[in-house]
């Protein structure tokens, strides 16, 4: 379990890793798994990777997390059914997507975020802002759209926009992103994002959820050329 292959992406390293562990029994029915902070340093990634992951694995029932305590293993596994994984989604289906859930979400975040959930997002984009290359600036970018989804303050919500997050690292979603970007365009997604949070935070839904439209709109005829 030790073992990690090289050259992989932080979400799939963690997804093989914890689908390992609880599939072999080493963390059977209602144990305790380890930290977000602990997986991270054992493999080497992000933590938001493996809080991507953790996300999706509560959303599939197979972990429960509790404030303030940790996260267990469920104590009834799901059965398995034949299921297309976030793994073998497009960039097509993934954008597809995107441009379906992420403007809906503006109307839960204005209604429900908080301040510390603003500043969350502002942080984001300081961090994009200062990024001097494609990984660091595409971490912060992804980060920005999962704080959006977890302003909505909405369960449901979250763990399907965690699906969303974990198919942008685990498709060949990256390398086409990394193929279409260029200076120019990084710096109007920043004014983009910019733009979507002011809305956000004057909790204007509808000026919101046009700017993300229309920036999901740019993303995908710079990505797909359409």
Request: charged fraction near 30%.
């Amino acid at each position: 379990m030790d073992s990690v292959l090289v050259d992989r992406k932080p979400t799939t390293l963690v997804q093989g890793f914890l689908e390992q562990a609880i599939g072999s029994g080493t963390y059977g029915p209602g144990a305790k798994l380890p930290t977000e902070r602990a997986i991270a340093e054992k493999l080497g990634v992000p933590r938001s990777a493996v809080r991507d992951v953790l996300s999706v694995l509560e959303a599939q029932k197979k972990v429960v997390r509790i404030i303030g305590s940790g996260t267990y293993v469920a104590e009834t596994q799901p059965v398995s059914e034949p299921a297309t994984r976030a793994s073998d989604a497009s960039p097509t289906e993934i954008m597809a997507a995107r441009q379906i859930v992420e403007p809906r979400l503006a109307q839960l975040v204005v209604m429900h975020a908080t301040a510390a959930d603003f500043e969350r997002m502002e942080m984001c984009n300081r961090r994009a802002e200062a990024a001097d290359d494609f990984e660091d600036f595409e971490r912060w970018d992804t980060e920005l759209h999962q704080a959006i989804a977890e302003a909505t303050h909405n369960r449901l919500m979250v763990a399907i926009y965690a699906t969303i997050t974990a198919a942008r690292d685990l498709a060949e979603w990256g390398e086409l992103k990394r193929r279409s970007i260029t200076a120019e365009r990084r710096d109007l997604y920043r004014q983009e994002h910019r733009e979507i949070v002011a809305a956000l935070r004057a909790r204007d839904g509808r000026e919101a959820e046009a700017a993300i439209a229309r920036h999901l709109a740019r993303v995908k005829a710079n990505l797909l050329g359409e």
